[in-house]
């Protein structure tokens, strides 16, 4: 515990009702002090590093990728399926048209 030992008995009533709003007051913005020293902390780890704590934060998370594509519309190049999941309805439509997958390859 930090500072110095506090003999409560010798206190005014004025000076424990101060105490008791001082110790109120240091409960209530406990949790966002202590969000501040880290944010503190990880702002500078992330300077040291040649970064700003934001772009960190911000960065594109890892997730599922998705994929590189295997198939393509014959006739909109821009749909594509990679072959994994769920058959698009175009890659469907062009299997019942008489075409088949290898027709659709890229």
Do not use: C
């Amino acid at each position: 515990m930090k500072g110095t030992a506090m003999n409560l008995d010798d206190m005014t009533l004025e000076e424990l009702k101060q105490l008791r709003k001082d110790v109120d007051k240091a409960i209530a913005t406990y949790e966002a002090r202590q969000l501040a020293r880290v944010r503190a902390k990880l702002e500078a780890q992330a300077k040291e590093m040649g970064y700003k704590l934001e772009d960190v934060l911000s960065a594109p998370k890892k997730g599922k990728s998705q994929g590189i594509p295997k198939y393509r519309h014959p006739k909109n190049p821009t749909l594509t399926w990679t072959g994994k999941g769920r058959k698009p309805e175009w890659f469907k439509q062009a299997i019942d048209e008489g075409m088949n997958a290898e027709d659709l390859k890229i």
